[in-house]
């Protein structure tokens, strides 16, 4: 399968800090690529989908002015969390479509944000 | 209702033993369905991919898709312990993001 590259894999940072999350396609270009959010033994939550050169759509509750997302090219996203608090502490993991008639998608490694 | 239901588990079996994962929905508009394996701490690693109905199979694993009854199943023959892992069935509709159950814990003793 297509490789997706998350970076760093974990990340601890200070309260009031942002922090960015890098999410790449390695072997393929990603028309779409899609940010979850996985609590311990829960499914992984979609904060927002993004399209090479468009604003990212966030889904319901998800704060966009909080969570940045960037989708310059057609390899990587970025995703960033502006002033971390605590409850940010999460497991954030990205996947990446090729086209939109693609249906499967791989995930990245996942990144592990620790706010103290 | 959410649109994927799944056992969460978890299912602990005995080394060699033939392991059954399954997940109901109720949204007739999917059309592909997915199952991967998520690892402590990794992210889901996509181990079997359908398209509509039918059977798939590769190596060990067999996914089954019945739409009329909206039940998708995962068939693990000859289970190892390198399977324990939490298993997460996706599925969607083309231009959709996915749609998760909350993953089965499963649990392979020697």
């Known amino acids: 399968g297509a490789v997706v590259s998350q970076h760093p894999s974990w990340v601890i940072c200070k309260s009031g800090t942002s922090v960015k999350i890098e999410c790449r396609s390695l072997?393929?270009?990603?028309?779409?690529m899609f940010w979850y959010r996985q609590f311990p033994k829960q499914s992984l939550m979609l904060m927002a989908t993004?399209?090479?050169?468009?604003?990212?759509?966030?889904e319901q509750g998800v704060e966009k002015d909080k969570f940045l997302i960037n989708h310059a090219s057609l390899t990587l996203s970025t995703l960033t969390v502006t002033s971390a608090h605590p409850e940010d502490s999460s497991f954030y993991i990205c996947?990446?479509?090729?086209?939109?008639?693609?249906?499967?998608?791989?995930f990245g490694q996942g990144t592990r944000l620790t706010v103290v | 209702q959410k649109e994927v239901e799944q056992d969460p588990g978890p299912l602990s079996v005995p080394e060699g033993a033939i392991v059954s994962l399954n997940c109901t929905y109720s949204?007739?508009?999917?059309?592909?369905f997915m199952w991967y394996r998520q690892y402590s701490r990794k992210g889901p690693e996509l181990l079997m991919y359908?398209?509509?109905?039918g059977n798939k199979e590769d190596g060990r694993f067999t996914a089954q898709v019945d739409k009329s009854s909206k039940y998708i199943s995962l068939f693990i023959r000859d289970s190892q312990p390198s399977d324990s892992a939490t298993y997460l069935c996706?599925?969607?509709?083309?231009?959709?993001?996915?749609?998760f159950g909350k993953g089965t814990s499963l649990l392979v003793t020697p």
């Open positions: 996947s990446a479509r090729e086209s939109p008639n693609r249906n499967q998608a791989f």
């Open positions: 072997d393929f270009q990603a028309t779409t």
């Open positions: 993004s399209n090479e050169g468009s604003k990212a759509t966030y």
């Open positions: 949204n007739s508009a999917f059309q592909y």
């Open positions: 359908t398209y509509s109905s």
């Open positions: 996706a599925m969607g509709h083309s231009g959709y993001a996915l749609n």
